[in-house]
């Protein structure tokens, strides 16, 4: 059961929202190319000035350039994989969540009650998203200064947004929602 800071006594976690995994594809291949090009360099000046023994310190410069090149690549994409991860919504029987990871150290926390709900819309634009079922959802919401929720590339945007219109649609009007309809899909 996930459990988040916040979290009221009888609010139960419906679903849980992150981003598609594509976008960590572009992560990774930044971290290929970040580890190749220093790589690359290292191995070059290595095998051009190894026959010569007065070469030796060049060697541990470059040596040491890129590994310090290295581990700083790393730190870049982990903070990446930080702010992508920890982007997400939370749907509880009472209220949506956002909790958007803005820089390394900076999050922001949004939340409004199901009953101020009023629209959502999903958008899947291009060929790839369209191919791998992934898109951006809008939540309009009644309140003022936080009247939009946005999170993007989201998996079957279609699906989560209709859930969240019908989890509103049921708070407002009282009605009892089949919370064993989807539970394969409690997080996307």
């Not at 936080?146 to 079957?156: C, G, L, T, Y």
Request: proline content about 4%.
């Amino acid at each position: 059961m996930f459990k988040f800071p916040g979290q009221r006594p009888n609010e139960k976690v419906l679903i849980i929202i992150r981003k598609h995994a594509i976008v960590y594809v572009r992560i990774i291949i930044a971290f290929v190319v970040t580890v190749a090009a220093p790589l690359i360099i290292f191995l070059a000046a290595w095998f051009s000035y190894y026959p010569f023994a007065e070469y030796r310190n060049l060697d541990i410069g470059i040596g040491l350039f890129s590994c310090i090149y290295l581990l700083f690549g790393l730190l870049l994409t982990c903070i990446a994989w930080i702010n992508e991860q920890f982007d997400l919504f939370v749907l509880t029987n009472e209220r949506l969540i956002d909790i958007t990871q803005v820089t390394f150290l900076k999050r922001t926390v949004s939340s409004t009650p199901l009953n101020q709900i009023q629209d959502t819309t999903s958008d899947i634009t291009g060929v790839l998203p369209t191919l791998l079922n992934y898109g951006n959802i809008e939540v309009q919401t009644a309140a003022g200064d936080a009247s939009k929720f946005e999170i993007d590339r989201v998996p079957d945007p279609g699906y989560v947004a209709r859930e969240i219109l019908n989890r509103a649609h049921a708070d407002r009007t009282g009605e009892q929602y089949d919370e064993t309809e989807d539970k394969d899909k409690l997080i996307l």
